[in-house]
Structures are given as structure tokens and as C-alpha cells.
T-cell receptor, first 116, second 114 residues
Framework: AQKITQTQPGMFVQEKEAVTLDCTYD???????LFWYKQPSSGEMIFLIY??????QNATEGRYSLNFQKARKSANLVISASQLGDSAMYFC?????????????FGDGTTLTVKP | ETGVTQSPTHLIKTRGQQVTLRCSSQ?????VSWYQQALGQGPQFIFQ???????GRGNFPPRFSGLQFPNYSSELNVNALELDDSALYLC?????????????FGPGTRLTVL
């Protein structure tokens, strides 16, 4: 079984500052992927960044970086230089690298509000 | 290359009715997954279809059923609708063997059950 925990229901950040969204996970899969998605009020789930369980380096995608600490089972998202358009719901998710590859387990999300 | 599309965008039904939601997967993707997202919660996995067969199911009752067609598009059917079925239903497509099994989501269908 897989479980994702996001302990911050809501976060506020000042425009242009950095913010860290927390995510811890639990799984029995030996190989897995960790994902972060952004969901604006329109509802679409926008892929942000991916980290494989065997990747040696932390993933980065533009202003997004993933602070992966495998021993602590954490995969925190760091957003640098926050913009007003970053205000949205953010979900951490994981998928096992197996035949049931379409099954993602999501956390309950963190609502990020960027203040001008 | 077209992305994942879903129809309809919004739907209002009454308790006890049946509903069919549709999803067209991204070009080249052979796996479709369906998720239910209740208000204020993360998406919950309903089931996955691969090569027209159900290949994995979450904790949902049998009145949630689906189909996948030869062109990899998919339907989600829900019978005997209950008030708690009100949610955003997300479809996601992926391809086995693709880098990290990347999964792309559609815009969702918002179902309201009265």
C-alpha cells in the first residue's frame, strides 16, 4: 500500500520569495516515482516535477525543485521566486514502477496563496 | 499531438440516475486511469484500463464501471448515483514503457448529484 501525507493544508508566501511544500510518503514498492502537480481553481492537474526513487540527484524544473530525502521518505517541493500565478492547490503523488503504472496515490494537497 | 480531453465539462444528475463520462487519451498512450476528487481532497484512484481490460481498481463499489475502446478512449459509468458521488472526475492517460510512466490529466468532469 502507498500513502502520501501533506501536513500543510494552507501556506502563504510573499511574492518573489521561496516556499517549501512538505510531502512524506510510505510504500512497499522497491521502485517508485514521486510527482508534484499544481491544480488551479479551473480543476486541471498540471504536472510540475518528477523524482525517481533511484535518482541520485534532486530533480529541478525551472523554478521548481524537489528536495528528495529517501531515508526520511520525504519529497518536498521548493518553489523559488514565487509569482502571483503560483496561487493554487499543490498535490504530491507517487506511482510504483510496475504493471499497475496508472495508479497514482495522492496526498490531500496544500493550498498556496502568493501575496503581492 | 492532442492532449487528454474529457466530456462533458459539467453534469447535473439526480440520485438514483446513471451517468457516463468520456475521456480521449493522449495520442500514443495505451493506458487510461480514472480518479474521483471530492471537494477539498486529493484524487482517489478508481480504476485503470490497459488494452481494453480493467487492470487495477481502487476501493470503489461495482456500480463504478468502465470501458476502454480500441482507440484507447475510455468511458466511466456510474449507476445508482448517490449524493456522495458529487465530485470532479479526472481521467489520465499514460503509456507503459514511457519515461517514468508519465501521466497526463484531462481537465475533468464536474458531476453534481442532487
Amino acid at each position: 500500500a502507498q500513502k502520501i501525507t501533506q501536513t500543510q493544508p494552507g501556506m502563504f508566501v510573499q511574492e518573489k520569495e521561496a516556499v517549501t511544500l512538505d510531502c512524506t510518503y510510505d510504500t512497499s514498492d522497491p521502485s517508485y516515482g514521486l510527482f508534484w502537480y499544481k491544480q488551479p481553481s479551473s480543476g486541471e492537474m498540471i504536472f510540475l516535477i518528477y523524482q525517481g526513487s533511484y535518482d541520485q540527484q534532486n530533480a529541478t524544473e525551472g523554478r521548481y525543485s524537489l528536495n528528495f530525502q529517501k531515508a526520511r521518505k520525504s519529497a518536498n517541493l521548493v518553489i523559488s521566486a514565487s509569482q502571483l500565478g503560483d496561487s493554487a492547490m499543490y498535490f504530491c503523488a507517487m506511482r510504483g514502477h510496475n504493471t499497475n503504472a496508472g495508479k497514482s496515490t495522492f496526498g490531500d494537497g496544500t493550498t498556496l496563496t502568493v501575496k503581492p | 499531438e492532442t492532449g487528454v480531453t474529457q466530456s462533458p465539462t459539467h453534469l447535473i444528475k439526480t440520485r438514483g440516475q446513471q451517468v457516463t463520462l468520456r475521456c480521449s487519451s493522449q495520442s500514443g498512450h495505451n493506458t487510461v486511469s480514472w480518479y474521483q476528487q471530492a471537494l477539498g481532497q486529493g484524487p482517489q484512484f478508481i480504476f485503470q484500463y490497459y488494452r481494453e481490460e480493467e487492470n487495477g481498481r481502487g476501493n470503489f463499489p461495482p456500480r463504478f464501471s468502465g470501458l476502454q475502446f480500441p482507440n484507447y478512449s475510455s468511458e466511466l459509468n456510474v449507476n445508482a448515483l448517490e449524493l456522495d458521488d458529487s465530485a470532479l472526475y479526472l481521467c489520465a492517460s499514460s503509456s507503459t514503457g514511457a519515461p517514468y510512466n508519465e501521466q497526463f490529466f484531462g481537465p475533468g468532469t464536474r458531476l453534481t448529484v442532487l
